[in-house]
């Protein structure tokens, strides 16, 4: 057995523990330690993505028990992406936090990093559904410490809306898995995906209430439009680096919402139909729209970056609502992209912040290094708001295309089109009142201009806007892969059996066959 | 029994529910406490109610209970305590710092300074 898969679970989880024990009081160490991790973790998820790129489906059996009672670890190719691409953002995010000081103003910071690292692989590559709640609850747990990092009251406030927020959320979770297990008497998602299909239509009262509760949960996870509250405050309040990497959770719900849906409650079966087009659409419309008015409404920089996030989690999630394998891989085409750019926003948050003495849009005498932070901020406004030539305007042709022979065609190309207007004028405003008013102010008397912000925080953003680049310029090879991804999750039959026919301790005994 | 548990799990949630949309953090943890308890006993009953029924295999026994909802129960009880003590020592520190319980957000304070300083 290919031990390899559960790797990107294991390391940090031995990581943060050896920060905790034996680095506690020696920031050197503990930067060189989260470092060497995180690329080492890297390296591991290209390593599985490289596996996973042909197509198989490798299988992790935790301590040799079979599918059904034991819990798997599976890296298909949707899998390895989303490791690949937590692990590429943990490390720009790193480099930030190490280079504009984040990590020095609070304690343990690299641990909860390496916890959060933990749990969202594991939600990535875990096939079992309570195993996917015991991970968000990992992931969320160090969440909880890295939002409240460095303190504050205001900090602490909105650190407990968002506490508070997920555990509703976790408890309707454990309400979904409950009525999940009811009605099919299992949670490994490629054992309920069969058992599903055998369900009646007379009898699926369980399976639809297990179904929109499961829905619901990701919807909070995804930030869906009603159940967006918690985070606007949350991811302002949090310290640059962390909401940064917060960019990653929010595609957590996303990537559930396409693991489930597709593999065990697929858009063609009877029980749950409706649920994706009637639904998840209108819903996902409504949050792109929200998040862009949000971008054009709010006053503070930080909070309009937070309104983007959820506008950007709207476009993702109305291409995923289509439910067809072209929407599916515009979607994860969008996401690759959503993520990085909102990373680089929130860093650039960071970089702007570290001259100003808030980040209210109104006009402040410039900030040193004014010019190359305005440069970043122009690229990054450019992919979130989808201007050619970055890689939200191809994100966007993708959707409107897989759109485009829909029945809900005109809907979506309106909102799409007239919230990316909206967008544009939002950011434009910001970058015009962040960046040129400010040349019209005045230093004030006597003021020490600040520092100019590290190096090394300059390197992770313009790595994050050089990531976008690359995913610009790559975008026929890397839609191709995201086309075979969305071939492979349409086509759950191989997943389905490579998890249930891999013998294991508990196997029933095939016949001719010995097995242990 | 099967009306006794429902109506047990009914009951701790509205009144959770309930609870939670307090805008004091006292009551918004109550609320949560409930629902977990709700969520505690829901999911033990996932597993069908059986009395007196051994979970594990033994010798001249025919009915049996499912012992996985027990496991998930366990696993949802230490999360949920965990979680508790986590979100009130966050809340003890809000109120501590802010001086005041409330949950929702403070009016926003850019209002005013949001305005050209000229």
Not at chain 1, 177 to 204: K, P, Q
Not at chain 1, 487 to 500: A, H
Request: glycine fraction near 8%; hydrophobic fraction near 55%; aromatic fraction near 10%.
């Amino acid at each position: 057995m290919n031990h390899w898969i559960v790797l990107p679970v294991v390391l940090p989880a031995i990581l943060a523990p050896f920060i905790v024990l034996a680095a506690r009081y020696h920031i050197g160490i503990q930067r060189a330690v989260s470092i060497a991790g995180i690329s080492a973790l890297i390296a591991i998820a290209a390593g599985l993505a490289w596996q996973a790129s042909d197509g198989t489906i490798t299988l992790y059996r935790l301590s040799d028990w079979a599918a059904p009672f034991g819990i798997v670890v599976v890296a298909d190719r949707l899998s390895t992406l989303m490791v690949l691409l937590t692990a590429v953002l943990a490390l720009l995010v790193m480099l930030h936090a190490i280079g504009s000081g984040w990590d020095t103003r609070g304690r343990h910071f690299h641990a909860l990093y390496q916890f959060q690292l933990m749990g969202l692989m594991g939600a990535f590559l875990t096939g079992d559904l309570f195993n996917l709640f015991v991970f968000f609850e990992v992931l969320l747990i160090a969440s909880y410490g890295l939002m409240i990092h460095s303190g504050g009251h205001v900090r602490l406030r909105a650190g407990v809306q968002y506490v508070l927020y997920n555990l509703l959320a976790s408890t309707l979770f454990l309400f979904a898995l409950g009525s999940l297990y009811a009605a099919t008497g299992s949670l490994n998602m490629a054992d309920v995906a069969e058992r599903v299909t055998l369900i009646g239509a007379d009898a699926s009262a369980g399976i639809r209430i297990a179904a929109v509760l499961l829905l619901l949960v990701f919807a909070i996870k995804a930030a869906i439009v009603p159940l967006h509250f918690w985070l606007p405050s949350s991811y302002a309040e949090a310290p640059a680096p962390v909401a940064a990497l917060f960019a990653i959770m929010t595609k957590v719900g996303a990537y559930a919402i396409i693991r489930v849906y597709t593999i065990v409650f697929p858009p063609d079966l009877a029980v749950t139909s409706g649920l994706q087009g009637d639904w998840l659409l209108p819903a996902a419309l409504a949050t792109l729209a929200i998040g862009m008015f949000g971008v054009l409404a709010v006053r503070k920089l930080d909070r309009l970056v937070a309104y983007a996030v959820i506008g950007s989690m709207g476009m993702v999630m109305v291409a995923i609502s289509l439910f067809t394998p072209e929407s599916i891989a515009a979607s994860l085409y969008y996401i690759v992209h959503s993520t990085l750019t909102a990373a680089a926003l929130f860093l650039l948050c960071d970089l702007v912040r570290a001259g100003r003495a808030d980040l209210v849009l109104a006009p402040r005498p410039p900030v040193a290094g004014a010019p190359l932070t305005a440069a970043l901020f122009f690229a990054a406004a450019i992919a979130m708001v989808g201007l050619p030539p970055l890689s939200g305007f191809l994100g966007k042709l993708l959707i409107l295309d897989a759109a485009s022979d829909t029945p809900r065609m005109v809907w979506v190309w309106a909102v799409v089109l007239s919230m990316s207007l909206v967008a544009l004028v939002g950011f434009s405003r910001a970058g015009s009142m962040l960046f040129w008013k400010a040349r019209s102010v005045e230093q004030p008397e006597g003021a020490e201009p600040a520092a100019r912000p590290s190096a090394l925080a300059y390197v992770a953003v313009g790595g994050l806007i050089a990531l976008l680049g690359a995913h610009t310029v790559l975008a026929g090879p890397i839609h191709d892969y995201m086309t075979r991804t969305a071939g492979q999750l349409f086509s759950s039959e191989p997943y389905i059996r490579k998890v249930l026919d891999t013998p294991g301790k508990m196997s029933a005994p095939s016949p001719g066959k010995e097995t242990h | 029994m099967e009306f006794l548990v429902a109506s047990a799990i009914g009951v701790l949630t509205a009144a959770g529910v309930y609870m939670v949309l307090r805008l004091r953090t006292f009551p918004v943890i109550m609320g949560m406490s409930l629902l977990t308890y709700a969520v505690n006993v829901f999911l033990f009953a996932s597993g069908r109610l059986t009395i007196g029924a051994p979970p594990i295999l033994m010798k001249g026994v025919e009915s049996y209970t499912d012992p996985l909802p027990q496991a998930l129960v366990l696993t949802a009880i230490v999360i949920s305590f965990g979680m508790t003590a986590v979100v009130v020592m966050i809340a003890l520190g809000a109120y501590l710092g802010a001086d005041d319980d409330y949950v929702n957000d403070p009016p926003e304070v850019g209002a005013e300074t949001g305005e050209d300083p000229r």
